[in-house]
Protein backbone atom coordinates (compact mmCIF):
# COMPACT_ATOMS: atom_id res chain seq x y z
CA UNK A 1 0.00 0.00 0.00
CA UNK A 2 1.10 3.52 -0.53
CA UNK A 3 1.09 4.41 3.21
CA UNK A 4 4.47 2.77 3.45
CA UNK A 5 5.84 6.72 1.65
CA UNK A 6 3.95 8.58 4.31
CA UNK A 7 7.69 10.03 4.95
CA UNK A 8 7.98 13.51 5.81
CA UNK A 9 9.76 14.00 2.10
CA UNK A 10 7.07 14.41 -0.88
CA UNK A 11 9.53 13.21 -3.04
CA UNK A 12 8.93 9.81 -1.99
CA UNK A 13 5.50 9.52 -2.82
CA UNK A 14 6.20 11.07 -6.57
CA UNK A 15 8.96 8.75 -7.25
CA UNK A 16 9.16 6.42 -10.14
CA UNK A 17 9.27 3.67 -7.38
CA UNK A 18 6.32 4.67 -5.74
CA UNK A 19 4.26 5.04 -8.78
CA UNK A 20 4.79 1.42 -9.79
CA UNK A 21 4.57 0.40 -6.11
CA UNK A 22 0.80 2.01 -6.21
CA UNK A 23 -0.17 0.30 -9.35
CA UNK A 24 0.71 -3.09 -7.83
CA UNK A 25 -0.95 -2.45 -5.12
CA UNK A 26 -3.80 -1.52 -7.01
CA UNK A 27 -3.52 -4.96 -9.19
CA UNK A 28 -3.14 -7.32 -6.12
CA UNK A 29 -6.02 -5.89 -4.37
CA UNK A 30 -7.94 -6.14 -7.61
CA UNK A 31 -7.05 -9.81 -7.89
CA UNK A 32 -8.08 -10.46 -4.07
CA UNK A 33 -11.23 -9.39 -5.01
CA UNK A 34 -11.67 -11.77 -7.86
CA UNK A 35 -10.44 -14.25 -5.40
CA UNK A 36 -12.99 -13.20 -2.91
CA UNK A 37 -15.58 -13.71 -5.51
CA UNK A 38 -14.50 -16.87 -6.03
CA UNK A 39 -13.18 -16.62 -9.76
CA UNK A 40 -9.21 -16.55 -8.79
CA UNK A 41 -7.34 -19.65 -7.09
CA UNK A 42 -6.21 -19.06 -3.62
CA UNK A 43 -3.09 -20.34 -4.30
CA UNK A 44 -2.38 -18.12 -7.51
CA UNK A 45 -3.20 -15.00 -4.91
CA UNK A 46 -0.57 -16.26 -2.39
CA UNK A 47 2.16 -16.75 -5.23
CA UNK A 48 0.86 -13.24 -6.36
CA UNK A 49 1.42 -11.71 -3.23
CA UNK A 50 4.76 -13.75 -2.18
CA UNK A 51 6.50 -13.12 -5.75
CA UNK A 52 5.34 -9.90 -7.16
CA UNK A 53 8.08 -7.23 -7.70
CA UNK A 54 9.17 -5.17 -10.01
CA UNK A 55 12.50 -2.65 -11.12
CA UNK A 56 12.03 0.26 -12.33
CA UNK A 57 15.08 -0.05 -14.58
CA UNK A 58 13.57 -3.10 -16.16
CA UNK A 59 10.00 -1.98 -16.57
CA UNK A 60 12.04 1.25 -18.76
CA UNK A 61 13.90 -1.08 -20.71
CA UNK A 62 10.67 -2.76 -22.37
CA UNK A 63 9.02 0.22 -21.90
CA UNK A 64 11.53 1.32 -24.74
CA UNK A 65 10.68 -1.42 -26.71
CA UNK A 66 6.61 -1.33 -26.59
CA UNK A 67 5.90 2.15 -25.86
CA UNK A 68 3.07 1.44 -23.42
CA UNK A 69 4.23 1.86 -19.93
CA UNK A 70 1.20 -0.63 -17.97
CA UNK A 71 2.43 -3.36 -20.16
CA UNK A 72 5.83 -2.56 -19.75
CA UNK A 73 5.24 -2.95 -16.29
CA UNK A 74 3.18 -5.79 -16.27
CA UNK A 75 5.42 -8.43 -18.23
CA UNK A 76 8.15 -7.18 -15.69
CA UNK A 77 5.61 -8.22 -13.22
CA UNK A 78 4.93 -11.91 -14.27
CA UNK A 79 8.60 -12.50 -15.20
CA UNK A 80 8.94 -12.40 -11.39
CA UNK A 81 5.39 -14.08 -10.77
CA UNK A 82 5.45 -17.03 -13.26
CA UNK A 83 2.26 -18.85 -14.52
CA UNK A 84 0.33 -16.97 -11.47
CA UNK A 85 0.61 -13.93 -13.60
CA UNK A 86 -2.43 -14.86 -15.94
CA UNK A 87 -4.84 -14.11 -12.71
CA UNK A 88 -3.12 -10.45 -13.00
CA UNK A 89 -4.88 -7.44 -14.55
CA UNK A 90 -7.98 -9.44 -15.29
CA UNK A 91 -10.98 -7.49 -17.29
CA UNK A 92 -8.61 -4.00 -16.27
CA UNK A 93 -8.02 -1.33 -18.91
CA UNK A 94 -4.89 0.57 -18.15
CA UNK A 95 -6.63 3.37 -16.77
CA UNK A 96 -7.55 1.49 -13.81
CA UNK A 97 -4.10 1.01 -12.65
CA UNK A 98 -3.01 4.44 -13.64
CA UNK A 99 -5.76 6.33 -12.23
CA UNK A 100 -6.09 4.49 -8.94
CA UNK A 101 -2.23 3.98 -8.56
CA UNK A 102 -2.89 7.82 -8.68
CA UNK A 103 -5.10 7.95 -6.38
CA UNK A 104 -3.03 6.58 -4.00
CA UNK A 105 -0.40 9.17 -4.52
CA UNK A 106 -3.04 11.88 -4.13
CA UNK A 107 -4.24 10.57 -0.88
CA UNK A 108 -0.74 10.08 0.65
CA UNK A 109 0.12 13.83 -0.60
CA UNK A 110 -2.81 15.22 1.04
CA UNK A 111 -1.91 13.82 4.25
CA UNK A 112 1.57 14.61 4.21
CA UNK A 113 0.67 18.46 3.28
CA UNK A 114 -2.60 18.31 6.15
CA UNK A 115 0.72 17.39 8.59
CA UNK A 116 2.60 20.66 7.11
CA UNK A 117 -0.48 22.86 7.43
CA UNK A 118 -1.16 21.79 11.46
CA UNK A 119 2.45 22.61 11.83
CA UNK A 120 1.82 25.88 11.05
CA UNK A 121 -1.45 26.47 12.48
CA UNK A 122 0.63 25.80 15.55
CA UNK A 123 2.95 27.97 15.16
CA UNK A 124 0.51 30.85 14.18
CA UNK A 125 -1.31 30.18 17.17
CA UNK A 126 1.28 30.77 19.88
CA UNK A 127 2.79 33.61 17.64
CA UNK A 128 -0.74 35.52 17.85
CA UNK A 129 -0.91 34.15 21.49
CA UNK A 130 2.25 35.94 22.39
CA UNK A 131 1.30 39.26 20.79
CA UNK A 132 -2.39 40.02 21.78
CA UNK A 133 -1.41 43.24 22.87
CA UNK A 134 1.63 44.20 20.70
CA UNK A 135 0.27 47.31 19.75
CA UNK A 136 1.17 48.43 16.29
CA UNK A 137 -0.51 50.52 13.16
CA UNK A 138 -3.13 48.71 10.93
CA UNK A 139 -2.72 49.84 7.10
CA UNK A 140 -4.64 50.35 3.94
CA UNK A 141 -3.89 51.13 1.00
CA UNK A 142 -0.55 51.02 2.43
CA UNK A 143 -1.40 54.31 4.76
CA UNK A 144 -1.14 54.42 8.14
CA UNK A 145 -5.22 54.01 9.78
CA UNK A 146 -5.99 52.75 13.32
CA UNK A 147 -4.09 50.94 15.88
CA UNK A 148 -4.28 46.99 16.33
CA UNK A 149 -2.32 44.24 17.93
CA UNK A 150 0.27 42.29 16.20
CA UNK A 151 -1.51 39.29 17.30
CA UNK A 152 -4.38 40.43 15.98
CA UNK A 153 -2.81 40.62 12.63
CA UNK A 154 -1.60 36.55 12.98
CA UNK A 155 -4.87 35.59 13.97
CA UNK A 156 -6.33 36.87 10.30
CA UNK A 157 -3.45 35.03 9.04
CA UNK A 158 -4.55 32.01 11.45
CA UNK A 159 -8.15 31.71 9.77
CA UNK A 160 -7.30 31.63 6.77
CA UNK A 161 -5.01 28.14 7.55
CA UNK A 162 -7.94 27.19 9.33
CA UNK A 163 -10.27 27.24 6.20
CA UNK A 164 -7.20 25.67 4.58
CA UNK A 165 -7.03 22.68 7.07
CA UNK A 166 -11.10 22.37 5.88
CA UNK A 167 -10.08 22.84 2.19
CA UNK A 168 -7.88 19.73 2.86
CA UNK A 169 -9.29 17.84 4.61
CA UNK A 170 -12.16 17.97 2.12
CA UNK A 171 -9.83 17.27 -0.59
CA UNK A 172 -8.44 13.79 0.62
CA UNK A 173 -11.74 12.68 0.08
CA UNK A 174 -12.02 14.19 -3.40
CA UNK A 175 -9.02 12.15 -4.64
CA UNK A 176 -9.55 9.03 -2.75
CA UNK A 177 -11.41 7.50 -5.64
CA UNK A 178 -10.33 4.62 -7.25
CA UNK A 179 -11.97 2.72 -10.75
CA UNK A 180 -11.67 -0.70 -12.20
CA UNK A 181 -14.42 -0.84 -14.32
CA UNK A 182 -12.60 -1.58 -17.29
CA UNK A 183 -12.44 -0.76 -21.51
CA UNK A 184 -14.96 2.43 -21.29
CA UNK A 185 -16.10 2.13 -17.90
CA UNK A 186 -19.05 0.07 -18.43
CA UNK A 187 -18.06 -2.94 -16.45
CA UNK A 188 -18.23 -5.25 -19.78
CA UNK A 189 -15.00 -7.33 -18.61
CA UNK A 190 -15.25 -7.03 -14.97
CA UNK A 191 -17.43 -7.11 -11.59
CA UNK A 192 -18.40 -4.02 -10.38
CA UNK A 193 -18.41 -6.01 -7.25
CA UNK A 194 -14.12 -6.47 -8.04
CA UNK A 195 -14.04 -2.44 -8.17
CA UNK A 196 -15.84 -2.09 -4.47
CA UNK A 197 -14.05 -4.57 -3.34
CA UNK A 198 -10.26 -3.60 -4.10
CA UNK A 199 -11.22 -0.19 -3.68
CA UNK A 200 -12.16 -0.90 -0.19
CA UNK A 201 -8.65 -2.55 0.38
CA UNK A 202 -7.09 0.18 -0.89
CA UNK A 203 -9.05 2.85 1.63
CA UNK A 204 -10.69 4.38 -1.44
CA UNK A 205 -14.52 4.74 -2.99
CA UNK A 206 -15.51 3.57 -5.99
CA UNK A 207 -15.91 6.91 -8.81
CA UNK A 208 -19.64 7.23 -9.03
CA UNK A 209 -19.47 7.00 -12.61
CA UNK A 210 -16.00 6.83 -14.38
CA UNK A 211 -15.62 7.00 -18.20
CA UNK A 212 -12.24 4.74 -19.25
CA UNK A 213 -10.55 7.31 -16.77
CA UNK A 214 -11.41 9.14 -13.45
CA UNK A 215 -12.94 12.54 -14.51
CA UNK A 216 -10.28 15.19 -14.49
CA UNK A 217 -11.99 17.82 -12.29
CA UNK A 218 -10.69 16.06 -9.54
CA UNK A 219 -7.35 16.72 -10.28
CA UNK A 220 -8.47 20.02 -11.40
CA UNK A 221 -9.68 20.87 -7.61
CA UNK A 222 -6.53 19.31 -6.17
CA UNK A 223 -4.43 21.94 -8.44
CA UNK A 224 -6.85 24.71 -7.15
CA UNK A 225 -6.50 23.87 -3.47
CA UNK A 226 -3.01 23.46 -3.38
CA UNK A 227 -2.75 27.21 -5.53
CA UNK A 228 -4.77 28.75 -3.14
CA UNK A 229 -2.68 26.97 0.24
CA UNK A 230 -0.19 28.85 -1.85
CA UNK A 231 -1.72 32.15 -2.08
CA UNK A 232 -2.72 32.30 1.56
CA UNK A 233 1.32 31.82 2.38
CA UNK A 234 2.09 34.02 -0.47
CA UNK A 235 0.37 36.82 1.47
CA UNK A 236 1.58 35.81 4.93
CA UNK A 237 5.09 36.53 2.93
CA UNK A 238 4.22 39.52 1.52
CA UNK A 239 3.57 41.19 4.57
CA UNK A 240 6.23 40.13 6.23
CA UNK A 241 8.40 41.38 3.76
CA UNK A 242 7.00 44.75 3.78
CA UNK A 243 6.73 44.82 7.69
CA UNK A 244 10.48 44.04 7.67
CA UNK A 245 11.60 47.13 5.29
CA UNK A 246 14.07 49.49 6.62
CA UNK A 247 12.37 52.41 6.96
CA UNK A 248 9.55 49.81 8.79
CA UNK A 249 11.05 47.15 10.47
CA UNK A 250 8.57 45.73 12.80
CA UNK A 251 9.14 42.49 12.20
CA UNK A 252 12.12 40.30 10.85
CA UNK A 253 12.91 36.84 9.25
CA UNK A 254 15.66 35.33 11.89
CA UNK A 255 18.80 35.76 10.35
CA UNK A 256 21.25 32.96 10.93
CA UNK A 257 24.91 33.43 12.44
CA UNK A 258 27.39 32.97 9.75
CA UNK A 259 24.29 34.03 7.04
CA UNK A 260 25.28 37.12 4.55
CA UNK A 261 22.89 38.99 2.79
CA UNK A 262 24.80 40.94 -0.06
CA UNK A 263 27.95 39.75 -1.75
CA UNK A 264 28.67 43.85 -2.27
CA UNK A 265 26.71 45.51 1.08
CA UNK A 266 27.66 43.91 3.97
CA UNK A 267 24.80 45.49 6.21
CA UNK A 268 21.89 43.45 4.08
CA UNK A 269 19.70 41.41 6.16
CA UNK A 270 16.90 40.22 3.03
CA UNK A 271 13.56 38.62 3.77
CA UNK A 272 15.10 35.69 1.88
CA UNK A 273 12.93 32.94 2.60
CA UNK A 274 9.61 34.90 2.56
CA UNK A 275 10.73 36.36 -0.90
CA UNK A 276 11.07 32.35 -1.99
CA UNK A 277 7.63 31.83 -0.80
CA UNK A 278 6.09 34.45 -2.87
CA UNK A 279 7.82 33.41 -6.20
CA UNK A 280 6.77 29.64 -5.67
CA UNK A 281 3.43 31.19 -4.96
CA UNK A 282 3.57 31.99 -9.22
CA UNK A 283 3.98 28.47 -9.92
CA UNK A 284 1.49 26.71 -8.41
CA UNK A 285 -1.22 28.94 -9.94
CA UNK A 286 0.18 29.03 -13.29
CA UNK A 287 -0.43 25.16 -13.21
CA UNK A 288 -4.26 25.92 -12.52
CA UNK A 289 -4.45 26.94 -16.20
CA UNK A 290 -3.19 23.60 -17.51
CA UNK A 291 -5.00 21.59 -14.14
CA UNK A 292 -8.43 22.97 -15.62
CA UNK A 293 -7.86 22.63 -19.38
CA UNK A 294 -7.57 18.54 -18.57
CA UNK A 295 -10.66 18.22 -18.03
CA UNK A 296 -11.96 18.34 -21.40
CA UNK A 297 -10.76 15.05 -23.14
CA UNK A 298 -11.86 13.93 -26.48
CA UNK A 299 -14.84 11.88 -25.88
CA UNK A 300 -14.53 8.45 -23.06
CA UNK A 301 -10.92 9.37 -22.70
CA UNK A 302 -7.59 10.51 -24.06
CA UNK A 303 -4.54 10.96 -22.98
CA UNK A 304 -3.49 14.43 -23.50
CA UNK A 305 -4.08 14.94 -19.71
CA UNK A 306 -1.20 12.02 -19.52
CA UNK A 307 2.19 14.15 -19.99
CA UNK A 308 0.35 17.51 -17.98
CA UNK A 309 0.14 15.54 -14.78
CA UNK A 310 3.22 13.63 -14.53
CA UNK A 311 4.75 17.26 -14.58
CA UNK A 312 2.54 18.98 -12.68
CA UNK A 313 0.91 16.58 -10.29
CA UNK A 314 4.42 16.04 -8.32
CA UNK A 315 5.90 19.50 -9.09
CA UNK A 316 2.63 21.22 -7.68
CA UNK A 317 2.67 18.61 -4.38
CA UNK A 318 6.21 19.11 -3.69
CA UNK A 319 6.54 23.06 -4.37
CA UNK A 320 3.66 23.20 -1.18
CA UNK A 321 5.47 20.83 0.55
CA UNK A 322 8.44 22.95 0.64
CA UNK A 323 6.76 26.22 0.91
CA UNK A 324 4.79 24.93 4.04
CA UNK A 325 7.89 24.23 5.71
CA UNK A 326 9.97 27.35 4.95
CA UNK A 327 6.59 29.30 6.18
CA UNK A 328 6.25 27.82 9.47
CA UNK A 329 10.14 28.29 10.00
CA UNK A 330 9.77 32.01 9.55
CA UNK A 331 6.71 32.24 11.76
CA UNK A 332 8.99 30.25 14.43
CA UNK A 333 12.16 32.15 13.75
CA UNK A 334 10.43 35.92 13.57
CA UNK A 335 11.87 38.74 15.26
CA UNK A 336 9.23 40.85 16.56
CA UNK A 337 9.83 44.65 17.62
CA UNK A 338 7.06 45.92 19.40
CA UNK A 339 9.80 49.54 19.64
CA UNK A 340 9.58 49.98 16.64
CA UNK A 341 5.76 49.66 15.91
CA UNK A 342 4.91 51.86 18.74
CA UNK A 343 7.42 54.38 17.24
CA UNK A 344 5.59 53.72 13.60
CA UNK A 345 2.55 53.98 15.22
CA UNK A 346 3.14 57.34 17.12
CA UNK A 347 4.63 59.19 14.00
CA UNK A 348 3.19 62.68 13.17
CA UNK A 349 1.98 63.09 17.15
CA UNK A 350 -0.35 60.08 16.59
CA UNK A 351 -2.52 61.50 13.66
CA UNK A 352 -3.92 57.76 13.05
CA UNK A 353 -6.00 58.63 16.34
CA UNK A 354 -8.18 61.06 14.12
CA UNK A 355 -11.41 59.19 14.25
CA UNK A 356 -11.04 59.04 17.95
CA UNK A 357 -10.60 63.15 18.04
CA UNK A 358 -13.46 63.29 15.35
CA UNK A 359 -15.95 61.61 17.29
CA UNK A 360 -15.31 63.03 20.89
CA UNK A 361 -15.69 66.21 19.20
CA UNK A 362 -19.15 65.39 17.89
CA UNK A 363 -20.33 63.86 20.92
CA UNK A 364 -19.20 67.25 22.51
CA UNK A 365 -21.91 68.85 20.33
CA UNK A 366 -20.37 69.78 16.46
CA UNK A 367 -21.22 68.97 13.72
CA UNK A 368 -19.52 66.14 11.89
CA UNK A 369 -18.61 67.90 8.94
CA UNK A 370 -17.07 70.99 11.22
CA UNK A 371 -15.37 68.25 13.43
CA UNK A 372 -14.11 66.88 10.68
CA UNK A 373 -12.47 70.10 9.34
CA UNK A 374 -10.76 70.93 12.35
CA UNK A 375 -9.63 67.40 13.16
CA UNK A 376 -8.05 67.13 9.24
CA UNK A 377 -6.71 70.56 9.03
CA UNK A 378 -4.29 69.80 12.46
CA UNK A 379 -3.50 65.90 10.75
CA UNK A 380 -2.63 67.78 7.55
CA UNK A 381 -0.19 70.27 9.01
CA UNK A 382 1.00 67.75 10.73
CA UNK A 383 1.47 65.23 8.12
CA UNK A 384 2.69 67.81 5.69
CA UNK A 385 5.28 69.85 7.69
CA UNK A 386 7.55 67.11 7.83
CA UNK A 387 7.90 65.70 11.80
CA UNK A 388 4.29 67.70 12.85
CA UNK A 389 3.05 66.61 15.94
CA UNK A 390 -1.04 66.38 15.29
CA UNK A 391 -2.10 66.05 19.26
CA UNK A 392 0.48 69.39 20.20
CA UNK A 393 -1.57 71.36 17.07
CA UNK A 394 -4.81 69.62 18.76
CA UNK A 395 -4.02 70.81 21.93
CA UNK A 396 -3.04 74.25 20.59
CA UNK A 397 -6.10 75.17 18.83
CA UNK A 398 -9.04 76.80 20.55
CA UNK A 399 -11.49 75.08 18.18
CA UNK A 400 -10.60 71.73 20.03
CA UNK A 401 -9.53 73.14 23.64
CA UNK A 402 -12.49 75.03 23.61
CA UNK A 403 -14.52 71.64 23.12
CA UNK A 404 -12.71 69.17 25.27
CA UNK A 405 -10.61 69.17 28.13
CA UNK A 406 -7.44 67.97 28.27
CA UNK A 407 -8.37 64.38 29.91
CA UNK A 408 -10.98 63.71 27.34
CA UNK A 409 -8.17 64.41 24.53
CA UNK A 410 -5.77 62.28 26.53
CA UNK A 411 -8.06 59.61 25.93
CA UNK A 412 -8.35 59.88 22.56
CA UNK A 413 -4.94 58.84 22.68
CA UNK A 414 -5.45 55.66 24.09
CA UNK A 415 -5.33 52.13 21.93
CA UNK A 416 -7.76 50.36 24.80
CA UNK A 417 -10.39 51.05 22.69
CA UNK A 418 -9.34 49.00 19.90
CA UNK A 419 -8.35 45.80 21.81
CA UNK A 420 -11.65 46.11 23.37
CA UNK A 421 -13.53 43.41 21.42
CA UNK A 422 -10.53 41.76 20.34
CA UNK A 423 -11.65 38.93 22.63
CA UNK A 424 -13.88 37.77 20.25
CA UNK A 425 -11.44 37.22 17.70
CA UNK A 426 -9.56 34.90 20.38
CA UNK A 427 -12.13 33.01 21.49
CA UNK A 428 -13.37 32.28 17.41
CA UNK A 429 -9.67 31.02 16.98
CA UNK A 430 -8.62 29.24 20.85
CA UNK A 431 -5.70 31.09 20.66
Not at 286 to 310: F, G, K, M, P, Q
Request: with cysteine; net charge negative.
Amino acid sequence: MIERYTLPEMGAIWSEQAKFQSWLDVEIAATEAQCDLGRVPPEAVATIKAKAAFSVERILEIEAEVRHDVIAFLTNVNEHVGDAGRYIHVGMTSSDVLDTGLALQLKASVAILRHELDQLAEALRELARAHKGTVMIGRSHAIHGEPITFGFKVAGWLAEVVRNQERLERLERVVAVGQISGAMGTYANTDPQVEAIACQKLGLEPDTASTQVISRDRHAEYVQTLALVGAALERFSTEIRNLQRTDVLEVEENFAKGQKGSSAMPHKRNPIRSERISGLARVLRSYTVAALENCALWHERDISHSSVERMMLPDCSVTLHFMLREMTQVVKGLGVYPENMARNLNVYGGVVFSQRVLLALVEAGLAREEAYRIVQRNAHTAWNTGGGDFRANLEADPDVSGQLSQEQLADCFSTALHQENLGVIWERLGI
